[in-house]
């Protein structure tokens, strides 16, 4: 007996990179920010989770420098954070971390950044993330619609 399989022809498709275009002229907001020793991990880099730590320290210097967010009137909550990993980052680094509005809906609204340390005088992007961010009513314990104040500002702020 004689056994025959017929196998699709699969194209052979080869790995790539993901698409990681970084664009800082983009980004009309920057920050410095001081490493701290308990920052890094058992490797001596920064530990990933510390990445997030990072961007919330941006985001909150962003909120109250540009968008001058009224913290006792209205509240925001992260419904979703994401970080794609470039480059490590080192005790001793210099960084800096960009931060933009990409996207203003009814109750939420998107924050990008880029983690970069300065090297040679030059910029090495470490890090792109995201959050979505929900404006929050403690007291109803529900999404709220973003003030017209902060939405004004942020629109003004970004030339969206």
């Keep these: 007996m004689i056994f025959k399989t017929f196998w ?7 790995d790539k990179k993901s698409d990681l275009e970084i ?10 920010l001081e490493m701290r020793f308990t920052d890094l991990d058992m490797m001596g880099h920064v530990n990933n989770a510390v990445y997030f730590t990072y961007m919330e320290i941006a985001r909150t210097k ?18 979703k954070a994401e970080n794609t990993y470039v480059k490590p980052l080192h005790l001793g680094d ?7 509005t990409s996207r ?9 950044y880029v983690i970069v340390k300065i090297k040679n005088g030059e ?35 970004e030339q969206l």
């Excluded at 540009?66 to 992260?78: E, L, R």
């Excluded at 890090?127 to 007291?139: F, N």
């Design 62 to 79: 962003y909120w109250q420098q540009a968008i001058q967010w009224d913290w006792k009137k209205t509240g925001v909550v992260i419904g």
């Design 94 to 100: 210099k960084i800096s971390v960009y931060v933009r």
């Design 123 to 157: 910029e090495v992007i470490c890090s792109k993330g995201k959050t979505v961010c929900v404006v929050y009513d403690y007291d109803t314990k529900s999404p709220a619609v973003i003030p017209d104040k902060e939405r004004n500002k942020m629109i003004d702020f």
């Design 104 to 112: 203003i809906g009814n109750t939420s609204f998107d924050l990008e």
């Design 8 to 14: 699709r022809k699969k194209e052979i498709t080869n």
């Design 23 to 32: 664009k800082t002229d983009v980004f009309k907001y920057r920050t410095d």
